[in-house]
């Protein structure tokens, strides 16, 4: 927990050379939630770097045990805000496991996240993946270069387990994604069995992020799929290999959001737009002249306070690059993006995205028409409130005009077939027929259970 005091205000005041446009705030002393992971990173250079106080905000940043810890911290209010799952908002407003109205003016990242398995697994799949003309394997990996592996497990009576982080988290989504495009069948959740076991070749379960590793040495589960520092944590550790990384699944997907009750939006609408633009400012900062301040940033985030692993693991993924086996280095440097791409503007499409999985898998159990996929993504994703944000940092010489989407609809264009994994294009203002197209999983007409 780190408290800001009132007297470094005026030091960072004196430091910057412009200043922000002071708002009259509903509140200035704001505790922010947040999970030990790199994407956390706009919350600590926000404090860091001063962002916050120059709206006038005092912020306290408290690292969370886990997922539901957080977001219940969030619905209680012992938490203003924080680092969420995109899956969180959305689940919590149609009520998925907990009901409660959560929306995002902010998206924190794109990409970050990899799918590791165990050394023995690895092993196992090397044998059945191509490789390049240096004797590398060829990247992407397919599940498919799994699926024997998966078959061995079955014809010995063994179940196959990997983790995934929460229930409605990218991780699940993209690990079952990947799972599913290369034929095994990550299991179906229903009303009366939340397990999402069902039918399953693979078994997936919770794991907290930091216990990934040891969960795996221990073997518990043969893989998982974790945000950073946790797969290279592996390679690290010499326990296991990223087998993939979601830029690989799908280029510059979405990833974490910052969350905020409905409530706190409504009762605190320029505490809210301070906040965002702070953010904004991170983000913007973590990207700038070609990730130049990247290094600082990882000097920063290995500190025990935010996501406290060793500076090496953190800079194996941050700085442009990303080891799979051991010395197999490879240049990724998109892995990472906080502002590039438009990575902040929180997009209806990225939402819809999430809630096609949600009804791929059987958590939304019933048929949805497309409005309500449209409907639902509007009263979670504010873009409204991020653009205004955006404004007033263009005016105060803090942004530059041409980085803001300002003509969107909300909607990015349709992801290409070659930008994902299973070559099957996404577009966000067509999701029943997006799911319809998908191999494994539940149709739009089907009712899980």
């Known amino acids: 927990m780190r408290k800001l005091l009132c007297s470094l205000m005026a030091t960072t005041m004196i430091a910057s050379p412009a200043f922000a446009e002071m708002l009259e705030l509903e509140k200035d002393e704001l505790t922010f939630g947040f999970i030990k992971l790199t994407d956390m990173a706009p919350l600590a250079i926000a404090y860091e770097n001063g962002y916050f106080l120059d709206e006038g905000l005092f912020v306290t940043l408290e690292a969370q045990a886990n997922w539901k810890v957080l977001l219940d ?134 794991t907290p992020p930091p216990q990934m590793p040891a969960t795996m040495e221990a073997g518990t589960i043969d893989g998982y799929a974790v945000g950073e520092p946790w797969n290279q944590q592996a390679v690290v550790k010499g326990i296991g ?110 939402a819809v995205w999430y809630l096609t999985q949600m009804r791929r898998w059987g958590q939304i159990a019933e048929p949805k028409d497309d409005a309500w996929f449209d409907e639902t993504a509007k009263s979670v994703y504010r873009p409204d409130i991020y653009l205004e944000a955006a404004r007033m940092l263009v005016d105060e010489d803090l942004a530059a005009e041409a980085d803001f989407p300002w003509d969107s609809d909300g909607y990015k264009a349709p992801t290409p077939a070659a930008d994902i994994i299973d070559g099957i294009p996404y577009d966000g203002k067509t999701p029943n027929a997006y799911i319809d197209s998908l191999p494994i999983g539940l149709k739009s007409g089907d009712i899980a259970g």
């Open 241 to 350: 290999v990223p087998v993939i990384t979601d830029y690989e699944l799908w280029k510059n997907n979405p990833e974490k959001v910052f969350g905020i009750t409905d409530a706190f939006a409504e009762e605190n609408p320029n505490t809210t737009l301070a906040l965002t633009k702070a953010l904004i400012r991170a983000a913007i900062w973590l990207d700038e002249n070609d990730n130049a301040n990247r290094a600082e940033a990882v000097s920063i985030l290995a500190r025990p306070e935010y996501v406290g692993a060793d500076a090496e693991v953190i800079a194996a993924s941050m700085t442009g690059t990303f080891e799979y086996e051991p010395g197999d280095v490879r240049d990724v440097p998109d892995f990472n993006v906080f502002f590039r791409y438009n990575a902040t503007y929180p997009f209806y499409s990225d």
């Open 73 to 206: 911290g969030v619905i209680g209010g012992q938490l203003d805000g924080a680092h969420m799952l995109a899956g969180q908002p959305l689940a919590a407003t149609i009520g998925y496991g907990t009901e409660a109205h959560i929306i995002t003016p902010f998206s924190m990242d794109l990409n970050g996240n990899g799918i590791t398995v165990s050394n023995t697994v690895w092993e196992a799949m090397k044998p059945n993946i191509p490789t390049d003309a240096d004797g590398k394997p060829q990247h992407p990996i397919s599940a498919s270069a799994l699926a024997p592996v998966v078959e061995s497990y079955k014809a010995a009576g063994k179940p196959f387990n990997m983790g995934m982080v929460f229930p409605v988290s990218t991780h699940n989504y993209e690990l079952r994604y990947w799972l599913a495009a290369g034929g095994l069948n990550p299991g179906q959740y229903t009303p009366a069995d939340t397990t999402g076991t069902i039918g399953a070749d693979v078994m997936l379960s919770v």
